[in-house]
């Protein structure tokens, strides 16, 4: 058996490096084109649309509606009642899209109504929600969007 050095190993190495680097073909030389020239500059991009002028000042759940659309606040309701969602607005609207759902226990979606909004002032919107069977006992939560995005309090009530 033989014994190769170390500096014999390295020697060799340097060799084979110095044939391969021998061994590079020439590059020829490649025109490059000129750059292209640089794209006029684009218009600024339109502003995302304004969020709505109008806000919600309040949300209230019951069962009837009073001459001015307010709605006495009611956390238990009965199977055969109607549901009234009330909203309450304040602000500039022009056909704004008001929506509310109800939303039972487990996370089913028990109903949903909208209505466009076109106000220049305070108001108050009501959706109401009504079922030909009586509506399963449980708890249930009222959530309003605005332009589908949630706006005030979700408001709990209980059906028994």
């Known amino acids: ?5 170390l500096s014999s190993v390295l020697m060799m190495a340097v060799v084979g490096a110095a ?5 590079k073909k020439k590059e020829e030389t490649v025109m490059t084109p000129e750059p292209a020239p640089a794209p006029a500059p684009m218009a600024e991009p339109a502003p995302p649309p304004a969020a709505p002028a109008v806000s919600v000042t309040s949300v209230t759940v019951g069962n009837t509606a009073a001459a001015d659309m307010s709605v006495a606040p009611m956390a238990m309701l009965a199977p055969t009642d109607k549901i009234i969602v009330s909203v309450k607005t304040s602000g500039t609207a022009s056909n704004v899209n008001l929506a509310a759902k109800l939303m039972y226990q487990d996370g089913q979606v028990a109903g949903e109504q909208s209505a466009v909004l076109n106000t220049t002032d305070t108001g108050t919107t ?3 929600f009504s079922k030909a069977s009586p509506w399963p006992a449980g708890k249930y939560t009222a959530e309003v969007m605005v332009d589908g995005k949630p706006v005030g309090m979700p408001q709990q009530f209980e059906v028994k």
């Open 19 to 23: 044939a391969l680097a021998g061994c």
């Open 1 to 5: 058996m033989k014994k190769t050095s």
């Open 126 to 128: 009501n959706l109401e």
